[in-house]
């Protein structure tokens, strides 16, 4: 594909995530995101076959987008409690903006798509992540010396908790810092 195929497909998926933020996942048709991109229909289906194929993509490009945002937050020196901090830092984020993000639509597409794994991977990366950090913070004695991996679910469970409670009833930033801190409170140390 060439640059120009290229940018053209990154405007679709631009202007189709604005789509799926608006609409959720279900009632987006491709008319709309014809119209949002102001391309024709067939111009449209020349990089992408159906809404779940663009969602998917708009879904990967968020994730790996998040993926660099926080390795640009962590620090080279970082201990597992600052890198802690900062992954629970940028979930707030994502937590405080939920109604601007895909997470209505994403979740839409989950229980559509009950077979799918696009959200159980992405969930169980975290827990992946999450259970590498705490086995380093234990071993470096700045966390308990807990289950890592019963632990990294739990963080995960609250986290995804907090997303859907945020979409469906709202959440205030006091309310998630309460709930990140007793995450912090269970896995860290406090120095004497």
């Given at each position: 594909?060439?640059?120009?195929?290229?940018?053209?497909?990154?405007?679709?998926?631009?202007?189709?995530?604005?789509?799926?933020v608006?609409?959720?996942?279900?009632?987006?048709?491709?008319?709309d995101?014809?119209?949002?991109?102001e391309?024709?229909?067939?111009?449209?289906?020349?990089?992408?076959?159906?809404?779940?194929?663009?969602?998917?993509?708009?879904?990967?490009?968020?994730?790996?987008?998040?993926?660099?945002?926080?390795?640009?937050?962590?620090?080279?020196?970082?201990?597992?409690?600052?890198?802690?901090a900062?992954?629970?830092?940028?979930?707030?984020?994502?937590?405080?903006?939920?109604?601007?993000?895909?997470?209505?639509?994403?979740?839409?597409?989950?229980?559509?798509?009950?077979?799918?794994?696009?959200?159980?991977?992405?969930?169980?990366?975290?827990?992946?992540?999450?259970?590498?950090?705490?086995?380093?913070g234990?071993?470096?004695?700045?966390?308990?010396?807990?289950d890592?991996?019963i632990?990294?679910?739990?963080?995960?469970?609250?986290?995804?908790?907090?997303?859907?409670?945020?979409?469906?009833?709202?959440?205030?930033?006091?309310?998630i810092?309460?709930?990140?801190?007793?995450?912090?409170?269970?896995?860290?140390?406090?120095?004497?």
């Amino acid at each position: 594909m060439g640059e120009r195929s290229l940018q053209k497909k990154q405007f679709i998926l631009e202007k189709a995530k604005e789509v799926f933020v608006e609409k959720g996942f279900r009632s987006v048709t491709m008319k709309d995101i014809v119209e949002a991109c102001e391309i024709s229909r067939g111009g449209l289906y020349l990089y992408f076959s159906s809404t779940e194929e663009i969602f998917l993509e708009v879904l990967a490009a968020e994730s790996e987008e998040a993926d660099d945002v926080f390795a640009e937050n962590v620090g080279e020196n970082a201990t597992a409690a600052d890198i802690l901090a900062v992954f629970l830092k940028e979930q707030k984020k994502e937590i405080l903006r939920s109604k601007k993000t895909l997470a209505a639509a994403a979740y839409e597409y989950a229980f559509a798509n009950p077979k799918d794994t696009v959200l159980k991977k992405r969930f169980n990366d975290g827990v992946v992540m999450l259970e590498k950090l705490i086995k380093m913070g234990a071993e470096s004695g700045e966390f308990y010396d807990v289950d890592a991996r019963i632990a990294a679910k739990n963080v995960m469970y609250v986290l995804e908790g907090l997303k859907i409670a945020s979409v469906t009833m709202g959440m205030s930033g006091e309310t998630i810092d309460n709930e990140l801190y007793m995450i912090m409170q269970g896995l860290i140390i406090e120095e004497e």
